[in-house]
């Protein structure tokens, strides 16, 4: 499995026929529900297997550790202990 950041913009990001360039049925997540979101909504992790797909070339590709690593941080994840 491979993961990627991606700006939660992107989901609405047309094409010239107005066609949604955010392809799902190319990654794991079914749909924008079942997205992760960061803390603050602007960013979302999209994963896939095999080829990269074409929305998705040019973002840095996470492997499983590295994904969890981003995952544990302020960003991703809120630490309401004191």
Known sequence: MKYVIVETKELDRVDEN???????SLIR???????R?????????????????VFL??????????IKEELDSFYWTKNDTL
Request: aromatic share 18%; glycine share 8%.
């Open 18 to 24: 107005d066609n949604l360039i955010f392809d799902f």
């Open 29 to 35: 997540q079914d749909n924008k529900n079942t997205c």
């Open 37 to 53: 979101y960061s803390i603050n909504g602007n960013d979302f992790i999209a994963s896939y297997e095999g080829e990269v797909p």
């Open 57 to 66: 070339e040019g973002y840095k590709t996470y492997n499983r550790s590295e």
